[in-house]
C-alpha cells in the first residue's frame, strides 16, 4: 500500500502475518503489541523479517530507534502530526 492510499482514505488495515513483509515499507507508521503509541518504519530487513522503528511523532533532539520482529506489528496507520490528537 502506498503513503499516497494510506492518506487518501486514513484508513488502518490489520497486518497478516504471512505477508506482512510485503505490507510495510519504510516510512509507514504502526501500533506494535504492547504499545498503544505510534511508531514509524525508518528500515526494513526482509530476509531477517526484522524492521527499525522510531516513535512517532519524533522529537529532533532524540534519535530513539529501535529493532523489532516485523510479527510484532500490529496494525498499519494514518500518520498525523500529533496535533489533532491532543
Same mark, same amino acid.
Given at each position: 500500500?502506498?503513503? !499516497? =492510499?494510506? #492518506?487518501?482514505?486514513?484508513?488502518? +488495515? $490489520?497486518?497478516?502475518?504471512?505477508? !506482512?513483509? $510485503?505490507? &510495510?515499507? =519504510? @516510512?509507514?507508521?504502526?501500533?506494535?503489541?504492547? !504499545? /498503544? $503509541?505510534? +511508531?514509524? #518504519?525508518? @528500515? &526494513?530487513?526482509?530476509? !531477517? =523479517? #526484522?524492521?527499525?522503528?522510531?516513535?512517532?511523532?519524533?522529537?529532533?533532539? #532524540?534519535?530513539? *530507534?529501535?529493532?523489532? $520482529? &516485523?510479527?510484532? &506489528?500490529?496494525? /498499519? *496507520? +494514518?500518520?498525523?502530526? @500529533?496535533?489533532?490528537? =491532543?
Amino acid at each position: 500500500m502506498s503513503f !499516497s =492510499k494510506l #492518506v487518501e482514505n486514513k484508513s488502518s +488495515f $490489520k497486518f497478516n502475518s504471512n505477508n !506482512s513483509c $510485503k505490507n &510495510i515499507y =519504510k @516510512g509507514a507508521c504502526v501500533k506494535i503489541k504492547n !504499545s /498503544q $503509541k505510534t +511508531f514509524q #518504519v525508518v @528500515g &526494513i530487513n526482509p530476509e !531477517s =523479517k #526484522v524492521c527499525w522503528i522510531r516513535e512517532w511523532p519524533f522529537a529532533l533532539d #532524540v534519535n530513539k *530507534t529501535f529493532s523489532l $520482529k &516485523i510479527n510484532q &506489528i500490529t496494525l /498499519q *496507520t +494514518f500518520c498525523t502530526d @500529533g496535533l489533532d490528537e =491532543k
